[in-house]
């Protein structure tokens, strides 16, 4: 006998401060990929995705992260294209970190995020364009062990998403 008890739905930590990350996504080829980052967004407490392109979270996979009658909801912008944003929210002052596969990239379990950052995310095939990538100050990327060559986008996000916030567990 374990001295545990099964507890459905337990209520969220509270952050003492709002989180100052923000996850910008290339044009994703699915709606399912961005909905699964909408909800893990939704989980660790960001509160601002952009999105590009023909983008659409559906709610259904997002959960309550967009319930838009909750004050806490995360707000989804959608945008044409990603490079004027990346260049807009470093103008802003944020650090934008590329989740890719590059030369030069650091090891996700290594960087030491700045607590105001973006985190960059690119397609699912595509990865990040070169415009993409010199728009981004720090590249970090997922070490991977066996084969395929990478982690699903939506999968990665969640684990750099985890990454981020174990580094600044209290928002």
Excluded: W
Excluded at 64 to 79: G, I, M
Excluded at 111 to 128: I, M, T, W
Excluded at 150 to 155: D, E, F, I, K, L
Aim: aromatic share 6%; hydrophobic share 35%; with cysteine.
């Amino acid at each position: 006998m374990t001295d545990f008890e099964h507890q459905r739905h337990k209520p969220p930590t509270q952050l003492t401060r709002p989180r100052e990350l923000i996850v910008a996504c290339a044009p994703l080829r699915t709606h399912v990929n961005l909905s699964r980052i909408a909800r893990a967004c939704g989980c660790f407490g960001v509160r601002r995705l952009i999105a590009c392109g023909n983008a659409k979270v559906v709610g259904r996979i997002a959960r309550d992260a967009v319930d838009p009658s909750r004050p806490d909801a995360l707000q989804v912008e959608v945008h044409r294209t990603l490079p004027p944003v990346l260049a807009e929210l470093r103008r802003q002052g944020l650090r934008t970190v590329g989740l890719e596969q590059a030369t030069g990239s650091h090891n996700l379990y290594d960087y030491k995020f700045p607590r105001a950052s973006v985190l960059v995310v690119g397609n699912e095939r595509q990865g990040l364009t070169e415009e993409e990538l010199s728009l981004v100050d720090d590249v970090v990327e997922i070490p991977v062990y066996g084969l395929p060559y990478a982690h699903n986008v939506a999968t990665a996000t969640a684990m750099a998403l985890y990454e981020y916030c174990r580094q600044f567990p209290e928002g």
